[in-house]
């Protein structure tokens, strides 16, 4: 019975999905796990499984054409099947609840309508689900658990510590129970709206209610009532996600994580599986590496062929130990690498260079910090420089659109600070408007507390542009990569002594390199190097700063 398949919502601000890569042809047969084509969304390439088996009969949008979420996207079903019906617009069969003295091959559908009645929850019982903390998050660790299975909780009580991409949080209860179960242990990761706990009143019965539930707040029919509604023919293709072992043994994997391992050539055998019961998943196989007990059997025969051949002469090998360490990636770590690939490799980055005197500058920090309980740093000199070029420069102050440049006429700097686990930008709303003392104050105040973890979503949203400093590490120079969606960052060098020549003479100066990445897409290089000159300015004479 033919199924129709519509353009998937693959993150929760997309509105449209634009297919970049067919990877079924009409005609070609379909199994549940396929990937059916790569749908770029407004943040990311993604593939899209199939949940369905059959022949693909119809493609509803080519490869490069953009579609609204629920388009139809292809129609997948029985070969040689009439879908007219659907092309014309009407209703997929595959909705209509089979009746009693229907086929049994029919009954195998389409579980999505009984499944409704398993959201029905125990009076009293909440679900909580994976929350979303941030405006880009996607997924969510546990960072550590703070009540366990059985205790009392109120409203308002700290359920859990969860780590972001930007920052480590503590999630409050809104409802008021007892803990009956938890969904995600400590150090796991899952998707934004994953079962997260139950709570409800002591004693309550919620068997069923874990299994039957889905990512956004749906249940579905448990895997044994699907099994059994599915007609004789169905069920004998249901082991094709069981391997088995060289001794007879059953491995337990998906239909994806059979066929990455089987274009990676990986044994089953040799993978530990993470998921239910054991089960092999997609990222078992991705983050796969094969023991050294594995590789040492695969070259057995090689070594038993070499054995009757001449001894080659023995190589001198210093007394060792081969030793590395593997450290699991963090949530923020994860997000930085997935984050920076996306800028560089969708902005065209260059960058111009320019070399600043210090010297009044340094004598503007002394006079200025000699005013009691007043402490402004050179950094936060440029950062105020760069405020009022900004001002100046509105074209610094874009964003990049499909079909159009966003010119941003107020000025919110981030300031990249380092932490444990990688980099957090702070920004700083309205930095234009700011005094240095003030941004001074608000600067230190903002990078304590991210190095604690203690910064809000929003105190990181929002900038405009970005400022990094490595100065302080004696770095001169260096190149950043565009915090996106921003249309450039600069890069802060140490400040440096060294001669300079000023009036005809050879004196000692003190000067420092700044650098400026531009996305070539808003940014000409021409109208970059005028943003420099004003900076430039600014800061060798920080009166001007004033005026």
Not at 17 to 45: H, N, P, Q, R
Not at 177 to 182: E, K, S
Not at 532 to 539: E, G, H, P, R
Request: proline share 5%; with cysteine.
């Amino acid at each position: 019975m033919a199924i129709k398949v519509t353009m998937p919502r693959l993150s929760d601000t997309m509105t449209e999905g634009t297919v970049a890569t067919w990877l079924k042809k009409v005609g070609d047969k379909v199994s549940e796990g396929d990937i059916l084509a790569e749908i770029e969304t407004d943040k990311a390439t993604m593939e899209f499984e199939s949940f369905n088996e059959g022949t693909l009969l119809h493609i509803g949008i080519q490869a490069g054409e953009t579609a609204p979420v629920d388009s139809l996207l292809a129609i997948i079903g029985n070969e040689g099947e009439d879908i007219s019906a659907l092309l014309a617009g009407g209703d997929a069969p595959a909705a209509e609840a089979p009746k009693a003295d229907a086929p049994a091959t029919e009954a195998k559908t389409e579980t999505a309508a009984p499944a409704k009645a398993a959201t029905e929850l125990p009076k009293g019982v909440v679900v909580v689900t994976m929350p979303r903390l941030s405006d880009t998050m996607t997924e969510g660790t546990v960072a550590t658990w703070l009540k366990k299975v059985g205790d009392a909780v109120a409203e308002g009580d700290i359920l859990a510590e969860i780590e972001t991409d930007k920052a480590t949080m503590e999630f409050e209860s809104f409802n008021a129970g007892t803990l009956l179960y938890i969904g995600i242990q400590e150090g796991n990761t899952a998707p934004v709206d994953s079962l997260l706990a139950i709570i409800g009143p002591a004693g309550t019965d919620i068997s069923g209610i874990a299994e039957n539930y889905t990512a956004g707040g749906a249940a579905t029919a448990s895997a044994p009532a699907a099994e059994e509604t599915k007609a004789a023919p169905a069920a004998e293709k249901a082991p094709e996600a069981v391997a088995e072992t060289s001794n007879g043994g059953r491995i337990l994997a998906s239909p994806l994580a059979k066929k990455i391992a089987s274009d990676k050539g990986i044994q089953l055998n040799q993978v530990k599986g993470s998921g239910e019961n054991g089960r092999i998943v997609k990222s078992d196989i991705e983050n796969f590496t094969p023991s050294a007990q594995a590789q040492s059997a695969a070259s057995a025969p090689a070594a038993k062929q070499e054995a009757s051949a001449p001894a080659a002469p023995k190589v001198f090998v210093p007394a060792g130990e081969v030793y590395t360490e593997e450290i699991k990636n963090s949530q923020m770590r994860k997000i930085i690498a997935k984050r920076l690939a996306e800028s560089l490799f969708t902005a065209p980055h260059y960058n111009l260079v320019i070399e600043v005197s210090m010297d009044e500058a340094m004598q503007a920090r002394a006079a200025i910090n000699s005013v009691p309980d007043t402490k402004v740093s050179f950094n936060d000199m440029v950062i105020k420089a760069c405020a009022l070029a900004l001002k100046k420069h509105p074209k610094i102050n874009s964003t990049w659109k499909e079909d159009a440049i966003i010119i941003n006429h107020h000025v919110n700097i981030g300031v990249a600070v380092a932490v444990e686990d990688g980099l957090v930008v702070p920004v700083l709303k309205f930095t234009d408007a700011m005094s240095l003392s003030q941004i001074g104050g608000s600067v230190r105040d903002l990078a304590g507390r991210a190095k604690n973890k203690k910064l809000g979503p929003q105190e990181m949203e929002g900038s405009t542009f970005t400022v990094s400093n490595l100065g302080m590490f004696g770095i001169t120079e260096f190149n950043s990569i565009i915090n996106q969606p921003n249309s450039a960052i600069l890069s802060v060098g140490a400040i440096v002594e060294k001669p300079v020549v000023k009036n005809g003479q050879i004196v000692v100066g003190n000067t420092m390199m700044l650098s400026l990445a531009c996305d070539h897409r808003t940014i000409d290089g021409a109208t970059g190097a005028q943003f420099l000159q004003t900076l430039k300015q600014y800061i060798e004479s920080p009166v001007t700063m004033l005026a």
